[in-house]
């Protein structure tokens, strides 16, 4: 069965540097999540979109955005980077608002030198 | 304080053993409970998701839920090997909010 794909698996960037994270959800899910998880520590909810209109917005900085598309895939963007923004940062989707049927990608993981 | 607390790792238990993980949370509000499996470097994995307090069962796998102590666990009867990761408890107000993660327990199952 097809799952959250996530591109790249991994990224290096320097400080101040942008990029770019993209998360493909299950077919026919509409509703994406995106999620960091810095080293040793729980994953955190960033921001999420339901038919391509944000619903919701956790600890996401300002110098990040993201937005979904209108095949539903979801792209996340990361400006000014900090080294504190290494983490991995997991997408994941579910059709509708169901934390039920909630699936996880493998997540991006990314390391700002 | 965080809104759910985890017990720390890391757990090393010999295999065949009963593993008990649990968790504690803060706001009576939360309904929803979870437990993931985060293996290294791959996303987490829905084991288990409750509401309600009372226990549920899934093979191996008992969740309990406590709402009148704020209390969640996770039982694994008969470990094995491949149980080995991280295991994090989960909360959230509704089935369709946003998914609040404890800080995760570490799990190493010896042969």
């Known amino acids: 069965a097809a799952g959250v794909i996530q591109s790249p698996r991994h990224l290096i960037k320097e400080k ?18 995106w999620y960091q998880q810095g080293p040793g520590q729980d994953p955190q909810f960033l921001i999420s979109f339901y038919e391509k ?11 990040f955005s993201a937005q979904q598309f209108s095949d539903y895939h979801s792209e996340l963007n990361m400006s ?34 | 304080q965080k809104e759910v607390e985890q017990d720390p790792g890391p757990l090393s238990v010999p295999e065949g053993a009963i593993v008990s993980l649990n968790c504690t ?12 499996r985060q293996y290294s470097r791959k996303g987490p994995e829905l084991l288990m998701y409750t509401y309600s307090s009372g226990n549920k069962e899934d093979g191996r796998f008992t969740a309990q839920v406590d709402k009148s102590s704020k209390y969640i666990s ?10 080995s990761a991280t295991y994090l408890c989960a909360i959230s107000y509704s089935s369709a ?15």
């Not at chain 1, 540097?17 to 299950?26: D, G, V």
């Not at chain 1, 209109?53 to 110098?63: C, E, F, L, V, Y």
């Not at chain 2, 909010?97 to 010896?110: A, V, W």
Request: proline residues 5%; positive net charge.
């Open chain 1, 16 to 33: 101040r540097e942008t990029a770019t994270l993209k998360c493909y959800p299950i077919p026919r899910h509409d509703t994406v999540y």
């Open chain 1, 53 to 63: 209109m944000q619903s919701d917005k956790g600890s996401i900085p300002d110098r």
């Open chain 1, 80 to 113: 000014s980077l900090e080294l504190g923004d290494s983490a991995l940062y997991f997408c994941a989707s579910s059709l509708g608002h169901n934390n039920e049927k909630l699936f996880f990608g493998s997540g991006t993981q990314l390391s700002v030198l």
């Open chain 2, 25 to 36: 949370y803060s706001n009576s509000a939360f309904q929803y409970f979870m437990w993931y």
């Open chain 2, 74 to 83: 996770l039982f694994i009867r008969d470990s094995q090997p491949s149980d």
């Open chain 2, 97 to 111: 909010s946003k998914i609040i993660f404890g800080s995760g327990t570490r799990l190493s199952i010896r042969p």
